[in-house]
């Protein structure tokens, strides 16, 4: 699809285990961002990345999350040692530079 | 205080009303973003602007940015407006958005 596409869309986990949360953007947006949406805490920003820039991890709530952004396309968010306060849903947008941001559905995130 | 303010935060109004929501921002910007976000679903881009005024169809944005504000209006209203609206804002030399808390309009038939 032409779209920023997220997997899984839906994802369940044990307290405690570590959970990888994959974004394919759309082909040829250099800016890839994550966001989360909780409830009650509406959205916030986690990381950026532009190019080949070193990427704005300013918003990362603990060093539990890491991202990466392999060649440029696919990115990937880690949670380790999962919490309950990290269910929420991840957002991956992507753009190009100065255009406006093209959101994935998400990944609703649940930690039993 | 959030760098991004919202209001109303939910707003129920009769099929065919003219609607605002307001959007103040405390922070210099290099521009402004309103976002839809329908119940269980995505978040669409409506507008991107950085000065004066947009329009899409029944949807239009105004900025002012010398009172730090924005204004969303949608022109006759229809049910299927109803929906979440997001103002966010970009600060210079990072594209990164800033959210307000979001205004839920509920339009009824």
């Known amino acids: 699809g032409a779209g920023v596409s997220q997997s899984p869309s839906n994802k369940v986990t044990e307290k405690g285990k570590d959970v990888e949360l994959r974004c394919d953007p759309i082909?040829?947006?250099?800016?890839l961002y994550w966001y989360r949406q909780s409830l009650g805490q509406g959205l916030e920003f986690l990381i950026y990345?532009?190019?080949?820039?070193?990427?704005?991890k300013s918003g990362l709530p603990s060093d539990r999350f890491s991202a990466e952004r392999t060649g440029g396309s696919v990115s990937t968010l880690t949670i380790q040692r999962t919490q309950q306060e990290d269910s929420a849903v991840y957002l991956c947008?992507?753009?190009?530079?100065?255009?406006?941001?093209?959101f994935g559905d998400g990944t609703r995130l649940s930690i039993l | 205080k959030n760098e991004v303010e919202q209001s109303p935060q939910n707003l129920t109004a009769q099929e065919g009303e003219f609607i605002t929501i307001n959007c103040s921002y405390s922070?210099?910007?290099?521009?402004l973003h309103w976002l839809q976000q329908h119940p269980g679903g995505g978040i669409v881009s409506l507008f991107m602007?950085?000065?004066g005024k947009k329009k899409h169809g029944r949807l239009i944005a105004t900025i002012n940015i010398q009172e730090k504000h924005s204004s969303l209006h949608i022109t006759a209203s229809h049910p299927r407006d109803s929906a979440v609206y997001i103002c966010?804002?970009?600060?210079?030399?990072?594209?990164?958005?800033?959210f307000g808390t979001g205004t839920r309009l509920t339009i009824i038939p």
């Open positions: 947008a992507s753009s190009l530079y100065g255009q406006p941001q093209h």
């Open positions: 082909s040829g947006h250099t800016a």
């Open positions: 990345f532009q190019g080949n820039s070193a990427p704005d």
């Open positions: 922070v210099g910007i290099s521009a």
């Open positions: 602007l950085s000065s």
């Open positions: 966010a804002v970009e600060r210079f030399g990072n594209e990164k958005l800033t």
